[in-house]
């Protein structure tokens, strides 16, 4: 940025539109670190209630005030830009942003790798994982409008609606009628490492931090085991396969 930049005003178009994406990044910045706060202050069953009615108003005020803006129009707290999308552009869009969401994971690991090493990476990415699965499986339910302890019908439907599996692709093997089995037959990350001649990612650690907090925040009943996870040995025709069971 030149020096004679004193204010926004002294800004030229591209400077301007690199300030509007770093002021949209601020408030996501923002709005993770209330919802940080207030689990760390109140616990996180209490923060997820709380982010329950700050997300839907928030997100009025703001694609109001956008709509506004730029003159588009909003039906039913939606674009209506997005709802006139061809439904292979939705698609095509889901599936971008799943797998910008896997990116996004990938850079932080890596830049917590090469700054700090492995150790430290994996740390953090185990601990995240204990954070985001539960909150996902939140936002699932909300989505899903899932009943209370919706059992293992309910965490089926909401684990075919987490981030990846739309990137991956996964498998329900039924075993029981109170228990089924979990499968990632295929693995965007492990299967690009599988491409470069690597070894697996040995993401067992990150898998018990993820699996079973997810199926607790679908059901507090629910059960999980890991049957195997890297660097465990896998057959070729599947990476990863965990028992999701209810406890009568």
């Keep these: 940025m030149e020096?004679?930049?004193?204010?926004?005003?002294?800004?030229?178009r591209e400077q301007t539109a690199r300030l509007i994406m770093d002021f949209l990044h601020r408030i996501v910045m923002?709005?993770?670190?209330?919802?940080?706060?207030?689990?760390?202050?109140?616990?996180?069953?209490?923060?997820?209630?709380?982010?329950?009615?700050?997300?839907g108003r928030s997100c009025e005020i703001q694609l109001g005030r956008l709509s506004e803006t730029l003159g588009f129009e909003v039906e039913n707290g939606?674009?209506?830009?997005?709802?006139?999308l061809p439904e292979e552009t939705l698609t095509a869009l889901r599936k971008s942003i799943a797998k910008n969401w896997l990116a996004n994971d990938g850079v932080w690991f890596q830049a917590v790798e090469f700054s700090r090493g492995m150790f430290d990476a994996k740390r953090c990415n185990d601990s995240c994982w204990s954070a985001f699965s539960p909150f996902e499986a939140w936002s699932i339910r909300r989505f899903l409008n899932l009943p209370e302890n919706p059992g293992l019908e309910g965490l089926k439907r909401a684990l075919a609606?987490?981030?990846?599996?739309?990137?991956?692709?996964?498998?329900?093997?039924?075993?029981?009628?109170?228990?089924?089995?979990?499968?990632?037959?295929?693995?965007?990350?492990?299967?690009?490492?599988?491409?470069?001649?690597?070894?697996?990612?040995p993401c067992k650690s990150g898998g018990?931090?993820?699996?079973?907090?997810?199926?607790?925040a679908i059901d507090p009943r629910i059960r999980?085991?890991?049957?195997?996870?890297?660097?465990?040995?896998?057959?070729?025709?599947?990476f990863c396969a965990w028992r999701f069971s209810l406890k009568s």
């Design 78 to 84: 939606v674009p209506s830009a997005l709802l006139k």
């Design 30 to 55: 923002h709005h993770a670190m209330w919802f940080a706060e207030v689990q760390h202050q109140l616990g996180r069953e209490k923060a997820w209630d709380v982010l329950d009615k700050a997300l």
């Design 208 to 216: 018990m931090a993820e699996y079973p907090t997810f199926a607790e």
């Design 161 to 201: 609606f987490r981030l990846y599996a739309t990137v991956n692709r996964q498998s329900i093997l039924e075993e029981t009628s109170d228990s089924f089995v979990f499968r990632m037959d295929e693995c965007r990350v492990q299967a690009a490492r599988k491409r470069k001649g690597l070894e697996d990612y």
């Design 224 to 238: 999980t085991e890991c049957i195997v996870c890297p660097p465990d040995a896998h057959p070729e025709e599947w």
């Design 3 to 12: 020096n004679d930049v004193r204010s926004p005003e002294d800004l030229n």
